[in-house]
């Protein structure tokens, strides 16, 4: 599988990953005019990717922020057009401790819409909590899910580390 998402950490330089198995569509710089249209509707601040993807940062409890995307490529599955939207929650150089790796588990399980899943570059793990929803779903549908998972993102890493970095 391919991995394929952008992130932004602010304590080092952006650590890019992305997800796909088949794509349903090439990336475009421009992004999908789905979401685009979605995001303009509700009013969002977001910022466009170079690689077609969209950054939003969302204001969670206590002033926290947290850094959501959401994947302009979509994958097929069947006759089902599936969009990706993740939001960071942790980072280690090195191996996920157990404790946190269970946690993760844990927590994807009581969760309705997204979970948790790790992706590696070099080194260095990344807990991402992903949600997969039908890519033209309607504005309401993305909201709730962005929501979700940034909310989601944003407690585990108040949990496991007490910063705010994503």
Do not use: C
């Amino acid at each position: 599988m391919k991995i394929i998402f952008k992130l932004a950490i602010l304590s080092f330089a952006s650590f890019a990953v992305s997800m796909q198995i088949v794509s349903a569509q090439t990336p475009k710089t421009t992004g999908d005019a789905r979401i685009k249209d979605i995001l303009d509707k509700l009013g969002a601040k977001y910022e466009l990717l170079p690689d077609g993807d969209f950054k939003l940062l969302i204001q969670t409890e206590n002033k926290r922020n947290q850094v959501v995307f959401i994947e302009s490529r979509t994958e097929k599955l069947g006759n089902l057009e599936i969009r990706y939207i993740s939001s960071p929650g942790y980072v280690t150089k090195g191996a996920i401790p157990t404790e946190i790796a269970n946690k993760l588990l844990e927590n994807s399980g009581l969760n309705k819409i997204a979970a948790w899943q790790v992706l590696t570059k070099e080194q260095t793990h990344m807990a991402i909590f992903t949600a997969k929803i039908a890519a033209n779903s309607e504005a309401e549908t993305v909201k709730n899910t962005l929501l979700a998972v940034g909310y989601g993102a944003d407690a585990i890493e108040k949990e496991l580390t007490g910063k705010d970095e994503f």
